[in-house]
Each structure stands twice: as structure tokens, then as C-alpha cells.
């Protein structure tokens, strides 16, 4: 715990429940995506105000990024994308409201989401070249496809692992800095520190999500 009082994890204790604070706060997180998304569809109008074009940019926006990564064929996958995108970002940008923990900033929470891009992105190849998708990890050089396929083994397995400690690590730190530099000089340095929180907020999302973007597209792509 970073925080020195965090709202829900109060709340849990008065309730006698023995929940880690990154589910309550994961759960917090979905509540607020659900209670956007309804006011956001709620009332669609030709000319967008308030909840609903704030959810037009951010859908624009993961879209268009998922048309120059992946093509045409990225379509498909913006409801994946965009989930990851929003609950990231959502989860990040918490942790700027005091007594709120970002759900990112815990190991475990990444790793699931690592995990979910890494199961997916070979289920993905898999569907798409069947046995085929085994050509992926031997290399274009047939005598060398051994020593190819033990090293793409080696690099696949590192990707949920580079995911979750990417993320963590950095809103993990950002979180320690911010708490020593309040505590340091407590009117002078939060506004420039919360500023640089909203901007490694962004940064991690689109990190993770650009990353996710690339794998999937990767399996989807003939091997060489």
C-alpha cells in the first residue's frame, strides 16, 4: 500500500471482507467504464456533447491507430483493443485522486492482462494458419530451424513478462515519487507531479495497447 488511506480498502475492512485492494479498485474501474458507456449511448445524437463525444474521440482514436498498425484486418479486434485501452487509462488516471489505488500499479492485475494478449494473440494464429502457424517459430532457413524455434519459444514467453512489468514498473514508481515529493514539500509539488502522472498514464496505455496491436498482427502475417 502506497497510499496512506485508500477509500475502498476502508470500506472492505468495515465490511469485514478480506479483498486486495487492486480487485476492489478493478472493480471500481469496470463501474465507472459501464456507468460511461451507458450515459454515453444513452441519448446518441448527429452532434455529440459531454460523455458521448468524449467516447467518439477515444473510439476514434483506438481505431484509427488500430488501421495503421494492424490494416484493415486490426477491425476485428478494436473490442479487445479498446477494452484494454480504456481500462488501463481508466486504472492509470485513478491513481491521481487521493485515497484511490491504481489497479495497475499491482503486479497481478498486468499479468492478467498480459496473459489475455498472450493467449489471444496465438489463438489468433492458430485459427488464421492452423498447423501451419508453427512456421513462425522456425526461422526462414530450414537447418537452422531448430535453434530458431527454441529462440522464438524464448521471445514469445517473454512477452507477458515485458507487459506486466513494463506497466507496473512504471506506475509502480511513479506512485513511490509522487508519495516522497508530497510528503517533501507538500504545496508546491503535487500540481507538476500530477501533471506528469496524466501523461504516463496516457504514455503506459498506449505502450501496452501499440505493443498487443503488434503481436496480434504478427501471428496474423504469413511466415517468411
Known amino acids: 500500500m502506497i497510499h496512506p488511506f485508500l477509500f475502498l480498502q476502508w470500506l472492505t475492512e468495515q465490511l469485514h471482507l478480506n479483498i486486495g485492494e487492486h480487485v476492489t479498485y478493478t472493480w471500481l474501474v469496470m463501474v465507472i467504464l459501464i456507468v460511461v458507456a451507458f450515459v454515453a449511448t444513452r441519448a446518441v445524437s448527429l452532434v455529440p456533447s459531454g460523455a458521448q463525444n468524449l467516447m467518439e474521440a477515444v473510439v476514434s482514436g483506438v481505431e484509427g491507430l488500430l488501421e495503421e498498425t494492424m490494416g484493415e484486418e486490426g477491425k476485428s479486434y ?10 488501463i487509462l481508466v486504472s492509470n488516471l485513478i491513481a491521481l485522486i487521493p485515497g484511490f489505488a491504481p489497479p495497475t500499479a499491482n503486479v497481478n492485475t498486468n499479468a492478467a492482462l498480459a496473459l489475455t494478449v498472450f493467449v489471444i494473440t496465438h489463438a489468433v494464429g492458430i485459427r488464421k494458419h492452423g498447423a501451419g502457424y508453427l512456421k513462425h517459430f ?40 509522487l508519495m516522497i515529493f508530497i510528503a517533501l514539500v507538500p504545496l508546491i509539488v503535487p500540481v507538476p507531479m500530477m501533471l506528469m502522472g496524466v501523461l504516463i498514464a496516457f504514455i503506459q496505455t498506449f505502450v501496452f495497447t501499440l505493443l ?13
Open 78 to 87: 478494436f473490442p479487445l483493443i479498446a477494452t484494454l485501452a480504456l481500462f
Open 212 to 224: 498487443a496491436m503488434i503481436y496480434i498482427a504478427g501471428a496474423l502475417e504469413e511466415s517468411h
Open 138 to 177: 522456425m526461422g526462414p532457413i530450414w537447418w537452422l530451424a531448430p535453434l530458431i524455434f527454441i529462440i522464438e519459444i524464448i521471445g514469445h514467453l517473454a512477452r507477458p513478462l515485458s507487459l506486466t512489468l513494463r506497466l507496473f514498473g512504471n506506475m509502480w514508481g511513479h506512485e513511490i515519487v
